[in-house]
């Protein structure tokens, strides 16, 4: 990071001359946007956050840092009274000459400490970008900060009142059922179903979080002329068929490339450990800066794209974890070892909620849809995010046919049934385009394809 | 000394830092024990005893340094009979590069040895922990039983059942000794030997005194513990389930021998839990399993729990477990547990060696080296999660020794042994210096073995057995001994291999305390001829030799039982709980408020001069009612039960509400989500029918626990006492209990005098002060039982001793000391349970909406040496606290750290605080009518939660049933089911029900019940989830 790297020798700099020279102005670009969403996903891995609670927490910074770039945009509209429950802010410390994307960025970084875990990375690389900061200019800053803070203090309080914090301590999911076709703990960490209430928490845009209800799943049956066994028996055979191409098939490499289960869990000796991995939001949050990357968008766009980007994952989390605690459907693995092989492992590790709808399938639909509203179809793109987890990039001809290879991932981990993504796939499109139609972000031309 | 590699290491062996076994024995015929220490990658050594604990070391002339890649377990046997020595040492082979196979060194009477496993066939080769030598066949010759053990593959955690399926290496093997040539015949024996079977050690004893050896087999891990009684035809029979309630989760070292005197060997099982506070919040521990565990139970496995366990032997049928009444349960990293009279006092001790050199379990080296595989090829991984070991949490703990004294063990760690951290796996006793007492001797890892020296010397007089037996089992192993002396017994058996990878020497040593007189002296021989041998000298070795001839011990004469209670099954009734789960819903409660049906009342319906039996039932299930015709049972249809099949029915009374002559009935409800069903009902009596009246009583929300009638304002009419429980969802908050006077006619109001806000678990009237009216006795939980005197209607409070708040359960009238007056018996929480453990004060419980998000929440603090710390897990209270994730990041930063620095003092002292000061059952002794003075009971009493008394006549005397357990417990607790149920006939004199014909009580018990048939009595057990059970008497 460029910050980074200078600055220990600007430290120095500025002690030996600040009393005498004249500050140069802060510049803020898009690209240190992109790594304060880095560090983010880094503390997020290493906190080991479920997929639902990482896509709030990329979602809200974003708003603060959108918030903060345009209370008085002539481009981009204020989501305040857009988005469900934001009133309008109360602003008092504005000033022309604030450095807006100097304040954005610190509002991001307010907010994100706001939400993690492990905080103290998070204050570690705040402080030391303030002290550069602030040694580099501190007029500049302080009034950047000052207005920062007022808008992400009440962009925190917004958030406060989404009910996360009351859904913590609600019910964990009870596995005492006999029913063969509910959901049941996993091998091999056998984990609590992963955020039962998640539909209790307020949207970002839905009316609700059964607004997209999907249609039901095949019903439950082990007859095997029924829908429902079929599709299971085809997750048995296709991985099967896929075990006997290798490691080195297509199918594996698509299946590794999109796993995203930050809870896999590792059993060696004596050890049963997670291994990190980033969500599937993270990994369209990823997506999302490939693209903002490659087309080099401004510091506007970039916090435009990543905010309505994350949106769209939040509100698909939501969407998509109402239906999979309501239908409380069992995992092919369960049935598998139940009824047919007992020794039988799925290509990709289980992750520990019920299996419909697939949530890769709702979420990869509803972040694709939006993407391309913003960088238009057709938009091809190398997509390297899963690198730094050692995993090899893949090619992608658009957004849609990156979440098409997503959604059929599921299929080739054997964790889900066909029904879960094609169903997963519609219900997050609907949820993407929701987003589009709801949401205005540009004032004069919503519909802004390509830079 | 054991080295580490990247390929060599705990991550890649489990059981890596397990450590080696020490074996005590005469190989040289100087009469003074040598000692052979186990390398398990080095070389072995054998030291000759000079005496005056002097030590030469003749490993190498010897030839025993073995050959075998990894060394595990030692034992010292003459396998050939030619009064030699020989040393059998186990393997670990076919595991990472590990080579060889378990080795005998036959003794060539010279100081050398040969290594002549092949010759034998006791060249097994596989995962060896170690060998147990004894004659299950009774042909005269010593057959093995070899414990190996599992490693983790996917397989391994699958299905119980798998442990039918013989698994090469990884199975144990029992092999038969045929002239001299040993054969497995393991699968014919009925010995389990699955890819599942984490065997650490083995038991053997004649546990149930037959005169045949049993044995008892420690598994590591998920797989339940084998308990094989023997068949004496060759076979055994697996009998866990039947005579075991509680085991250990990773059971490690055992060690078997008669504690208590009662002429049957009790058993000790070793396990991890740590003892010193921080290392208990900082380790993963049961919590962990809080959904494994069910799903276990799915696969076939047997509930269990990660402590020692200590099980007393009832009279060979079943055990009960004792450890935390002991305070024996949580010594750590534990491998060796000795029984023996150190102190020369007749009462057997206990030693329990300690410690392991890293912590795999350590909860935040586990979140560490999650980014061990991130990004990185399998093998690359391993080389960074071992280059990462040293990240692990030293595990040195102090060995442990505990004086017995035949009830009750005491803790004498730094009195008699240093209590300084170690490294300890083997250990063996064995008198070194010859001095009359048990010095010990311990393998360290990576460390010079330790020689404790017994400086008992001659205060206290002892005698030693040495055995002579047949040509085919010279040393006589499997020989019991009876010593008579001062009044007592002592039973003792002889085997070789004890602990943990150990042996001692084949030799009995008891202690006998002040007196030097012996009346004499039993030798069982193997074959169950036995000699006696009056008036031996003591402070001595008796060498006891076998003549043919010799009586054959007859054991059935201790197996007679007195039996009076015949079982019967006039009612087929089990209970089974719903799938509703307090802990999913409050994770940091201590017990379910859900589970305390069913409900179970007596009334003569039909008025035939025989009651009759209601039983409530769980949610979805229907009550029942029974009519009884002095002969036998009939259901009775009542369509109004079936249609409130949805309520939960925690307690039931049948009583005439509105004076017309039948007895009505009113249903306390329990737990139930749905508010129109947690409400109590009301059912009136139309001839037989029962139908349910609304308004007729006030609405009840609450979970009820009791329902009693009395006509405590004596106006002619039933009125009705209302203990309330508990408010589901908010376990701390304490609830309004009431009296509902009757108006006549059936409607009641409550009193408005009385007021009582707790949590009710049972009310009696009795008359206290004995002026012809009943008062009211009321127990609670977390609060002081109640006593109401009535006077004319009006109920004042009397004053009961200080620091009586408990967890009460029940209470009833009798009179315990014989005196002549009734004393008040109340049942509480016991002494066999784990918040025994920590009670330097009094437990607590802090309510209160801690982290402000509108939930209250119930926190609980015990007392460890004057401070107090969160009883639950950084994990769990972080499941209830969102904001405990972001103050302590780390397992690390929460552990060892007190209630009010988790927490912080302001947010305690705003919280609602309550108590715990007694946790002992006990009893208001009545002086005088005064009841100044509360006495705890016998220890017998305190085994688990006291939760029914029921008095009968037996015999023309007044008796009591006691009877309790308790699985609503969290993980925190397992599950308590020790109180195997006593029949009471006063404070001194009592037994075991199991000793008149009642089966022991193994479940939950809800409420015993007698009542009358045309031609006997009935005595009727009620358990939660489980069947309900009868007996005539």
Known sequence: MKVKRLLLFLLILSCLTSCEVENEPIIIQSEDYHNAIDKLTEVMVHDIFSPPAASRLYVYPSIAAYETLNQNSEEYLSLATQLNGLKPLQITSYKDNINLNLAALIAYLNVSEEMVFSKEIFTNYKDSLYTYWDNNNKKEFRAARSYAEEVSSQIIKWMKEDRYDKTRTMSVYNIYSDDPSVWQPTPPAYMNGIEPHWNKLRPFTLDSASQFKPAPHPDFSLEPDSQFYKELMSVYKINNDIREKGNESEEIAIARFWDCNPFVSVNKGHYMFAEKKITPGAHWIGICKIACEKNQTDFKKTVYAQTKTSIAIADAFISCWDEKYRSNLVRPETLINKYIDPDWLPILQTPPFPEYTSGHSVVSSSAAEVLTTIFGDDFEFLDTTEIPYGLPARFFKSFKSAADEAIISRVFGGIHYESAVYEGKSQGILVGKFVDQKIQFLKFNDKDKSQ | ?1033
């Not at chain 2, 147990?132 to 397989?155: E, M, R, S, W």
């Not at chain 2, 450890?323 to 534990?334: C, E, F």
């Not at chain 2, 006495?935 to 006549?953: G, M, N, V, Y």
């Open chain 2, 1 to 1033: 000394m054991v080295t580490e590699d990247s390929e060599h290491n705990i991550i890649n062996y489990i059981y890596y830092y397990n450590g080696g076994g020490v074996a005590a024995g005469d190989i040289n015929s100087d009469d003074l024990p040598d000692l052979f220490f186990v390398a398990n990658t080095g070389e072995n050594k054998l030291f000759i005893n000079k005496g005056n604990l002097e030590f030469e070391d003749i490993s190498e002339q010897a030839n025993i340094q073995g050959n075998a890649s990894w060394n595990t377990g030692v034992t010292m046997i003459d396998i050939n009979n030619d009064g030699l020595l020989d040393i059998y040492v186990c393997a670990v082979s076919g595991l990472l590069d590990f080579t060889g196979h378990n080795e005998l060194f036959i003794n060539n009477g010279d100081g050398t040895f040969t290594e002549d496993a092949k010759s034998y066939g006791l060249d097994f080769k596989g995962y060896s922990t170690q060998s147990y030598f004894f004659d299950y066949d009774k042909d005269g010759d010593l057959d093995v039983y070899i414990v190996n053990h599992a490693v983790h593959t996917n397989l391994s955690h699958g299905r119980a059942d798998l442990r039918n399926d013989r698994t090469a290496n990884v199975g144990d093997v029992l092999l038969r000794n045929d002239n001299g040539k040993f054969t497995d015949v393991s699968d014919s024996a009925n010995i389990y030997g699955g890819i599942n079977g984490y065997g650490l050690s083995a038991s053997i004893a004649d546990f149930n005194n037959d005169g045949w050896d049993d044995i008892y087999v420690c598994n590591d891990f998920h797989e339940d513990d084998y308990y094989y009684i023997n068949n004496q035809d060759g076979t055994f029979k697996e009998s866990l389930d039947e005579a075991f309630t509680t085991i250990s989760r990773f059971s490690m070292g055992s060690d078997a021998a008669d504690i208590n005197g009662n002429g049957y060997q009790d058993l000790i099982t070793l396990d991890m839990l740590p003892k010193e506070e921080r290392v208990l919040k900082e380790t993963e521990g049961d919590d962990a399993m809080f959904n494994m565990q069910a799903h276990l139970k799915k696969l076939g496995y047997k509930d269990q729990f990660s402590r020692n366990m200590l099980q007393i032997n009832q009279t060979g049928d079943y055990f009960i477990e004792t450890a935390l009444l002991n305070k024996v349960a949580d010594t750590d990293w534990s491998w060796a547990p000795l029984f023996a009279d150190f102190n020369n006092d007749t009462h057997q001790d206990l030693f329990i060696s300690n410690g392991i050199l890293r912590r795999p379990n350590s909860l935040d080296f586990k979140k560490y080296v999650s980014s061990a595989f991130k990004g990185r090829e399998e093998s690359e991984g391993l080389e960074w999660l071992y280059n990462s070991i040293d990240k692990m949490p030293s595990g040195k703990v102090a060995n442990e020794i505990f004086e017995g004294n035949s009830e009750i063990f005491k803790n004498q760690t730094g009195n008699w042994i240093k209590n300084e951290p170690q490294l300890s796996n083997g250990a063996i006793y064995v008198d070194l210096d010859l001095d009359g007492d048990l010095d010990l001797v311990t393998n360290n890892f990576n460390q010079a073995a330790s020689i404790f020296k017994n400086t008992t010397n001659g205060k206290a007089n002892y005698l030693d057995l040495k055995f002579e037996y047949k040509s085919t089992n010279k040393e006589g192993v499997g020989s019991k001994a009876l010593v008579y002396s001062n009044g007592k017994s002592q039973l003792k058996q002889l085997y070789k291999s004890r602990g943990f990878l150990s042996s001692v020497e084949a030799k009995l040593h008891f202690g006998l305390g002040k007196t030097s007189k012996i009346d004499s002296v039993k030798v069982i021989w193997p074959n169950n001829e036995y000699i006696v041998i009056k008036q031996p000298e003591a402070n001595a070795a008796l060498n006891v030799v076998y003549q043919e001839g010799g009586q054959i011990y007859d054991y059935s004469k201790n197996k007679e039982k007195n039996i009076i209670f015949k079982k019967e099954d006039f009612i087929n009734f089990t209970h089974k709980e719903d799938n509703y789960n307090d802990f999913a819903e409050e994770k940091l409660i201590p017990y379910k408020v859900s589970t305390l049906g069913p409900a179970f009342a007596l009334g003569d319906i039909d008025d035939n001069g025989f009651e009759d039996i209601y039983i409530g039932n769980s949610v979805g299930k229907p009550a029942i009612l029974m009519l009884n015709n002095g002969l036998s049972f009939e259901k009775s249809d009542q369509p109004e039960f079936i249609e409130d099949i949805n309520f939960e029915d925690n307690s039931a009374l049948f009583v005439d509400v509105d004076n017309d002559g039948d007895l009505d009935l009113y249903v306390a409800s329990g737990a139930n989500k749905s508010p129109k069903y947690k409400t109590d009902r009301l059912y009136l009596n139309n001839n037989g029918k029962f139908t349910k009246k609304e308004g007729l009583v006030p609405e009840d929300q609450f979970i009820t626990s009791t329902v009693i009638a009395y006509d405590y304002d004596a106006d002619g009419d039933q009125d009705l006492f209302i203990g309330n429980y508990s408010q589901l969802g908010n376990f701390g908050l304490m609830v309004d209990s009431y009296i509902l006077v009757n108006n006549g006619s059936g409607h009641f109001e409550k009193d408005q005098n009385f007021k009582l806000t707790s949590k009710v678990t049972d009310a009696k009237w009795y008359d206290i002060n004995e002026d012809g009216i009943k008062d009211l006795i009321i127990t609670t939980e977390w609060d002081h039982p109640y006593i109401f005197i009535n006077e004319e209607g009006k109920l004042r409070e009397m004053k009961l001793p200080n620091e009586l708040n408990g967890l009460w359960q029940t209470v009833t009238m009798y009179d315990f000391d014989k005196d002549g007056d009734k004393d008040i018996l109340f049942g509480n929480w016991g002494l066999n349970t784990k918040f025994n453990l920590n009670f330097d004060g009094p437990l607590m419980m802090y309510h209160s909406d801690f982290d402000r998000n509108g939930v209250e929440e119930s926190i609980l603090a015990y007392n460890n040496d004057g401070k107090y710390y969160p009883l639950n897990t950084k994990d769990e209270l972080s499941s209830q606290m969102n904001v405990i994730s972001k103050i302590f990041t780390d397992h690390k930063s929460m552990a060892g750290k007190t209630i009010e620095e988790v927490i912080t003092k302001g947010s305690l002292k705003q919280a609602k605080s309550y108590k715990v000061e007694t946790l002992a059952s006990g009893y208001l002794l009545n002086e005088n009518g005064k009841f100044d003075k509360f006495i705890p009971f016998d220890k017998d009493f305190q085994l688990a939660p006291i939760t029914s008394f029921l008095e009968l006549q037996l015999k023309n005397e007044n008796q009591l049933v006691v009877g309790g357990n308790s699985f609503r417990v969290n993980t925190y607790h397992g599950a308590y089911s020790a109180l195997k149920g006593l029949l009471v006939k006063g404070k001194d004199r009592y037994n075991f029900v199991s000793e008149f014909g009642i089966e022991p009580f193994h479940d939950q018990i809800k409420k015993i019940e007698s009542l009358k048939m045309k031609s006997f009595n009935l005595l009727i057990v009620v358990s939660n989830d489980g069947a309900l059970r009868c007996y005539s008497y």
